[in-house]
T-cell receptor, first 109, second 120 residues
Framework: LAKTTQPISMDSYEGQEVNITCSHN???????ITWYQQFPSQGPRFIIQ???TKVTNEVASLFIPADRKSSTLSLPRVSLSDTAVYYC??????????FGKGTTLSVSS | GAVVSQHPSWVICKSGTSVKIECRSL??????MFWYRQFPKQSLMLMAT?????????EQGVEKDKFLINHASLTLSTLTVTSAHPEDSSFYIC????????????????FGPGTRLTVL
């Protein structure tokens, strides 16, 4: 069973900021939170990873509250090419990733 | 970042034949690789964990005699779909963990580009 819960779908327009929140109530102490992006007929691609507080890289930010039971992926100024499925997962290094349904983000012009 | 490749990227076969899919870690060694299957408009489903030099660990409901996994080296795992049937048509994806220099401490799992299997 998937260990995370996220909205099934989200719609946005180009240039807007998109925030996708994920619930992971049973996260273990040693788990990291990782977000992946997947385009049709491609393997998932790593977006960002964090343990607590805030992490930012060149494509996204990840906000994790102190209790770590949820996390929010923030995509600044989305474009049409950001239309994809986004998966939130938490795990320890070396273990299998159990994917939930993910969030299908649709960006329109 | 680390690269995982798969071959072939797509394959069409007749019902009853066997198909082998290769998964390679190109610039790092992977003692453990994972195989996933994804049906249209569905999420990735873990099939098995491939361990170098030992037997694979299969998830519940996955037939180990139908989906043969061999992890003969630290850079290669193969998935053979034996006696394929149309219901085996799917997108098969492999992955492996790698630690990047300068990472925050949590390793990253890299995914291959996937293999589209169509069984006629």
């Amino acid at each position: 069973l998937a260990k995370t819960t996220q909205p099934i779908s989200m719609d946005s327009y180009e240039g807007q900021e998109v925030n996708i929140t994920c619930s992971h109530n049973n996260i273990a102490t040693n788990d990291y939170i990782t977000w992946y992006q997947q385009f049709p007929s491609q393997g998932p691609r790593f977006i960002i990873q964090g343990y607590k507080t805030k992490v930012t890289n060149e494509v996204a930010s990840l906000f994790i509250p102190a209790d770590r039971k949820s996390s929010t992926l923030s995509l600044p100024r989305v474009s049409l090419s950001d239309t994809a499925v986004y998966y939130c997962l938490h795990s320890q290094a070396g273990t299998a990733l159990i994917f939930g349904k993910g969030t299908t983000l649709s960006v329109s012009s | 970042g680390a690269v995982v490749s798969q071959h072939p990227s797509w394959v069409i076969c007749k019902s009853g034949t066997s198909v082998k899919i290769e998964c390679r870690s190109l610039d790092f060694q992977a003692t453990t690789m994972f195989w996933y299957r994804q049906f249209p408009k569905q999420s990735l489903m873990l099939m098995a964990t491939s361990n170098e030099g030992s037997k694979a660990t299969y998830e519940q409901g996955v037939e180990k005699d139908k989906f043969l996994i061999n992890h003969a080296s630290l850079t290669l795992s193969t998935l053979t779909v034996t006696s394929a049937h149309p219901e085996d048509s799917s997108f098969y994806i492999c992955s492996a963990w790698a630690r990047l220099a300068g990472g925050i401490g949590g390793d990253e799992q890299f995914f291959g580009p996937g293999t589209r299997l169509t069984v006629l």
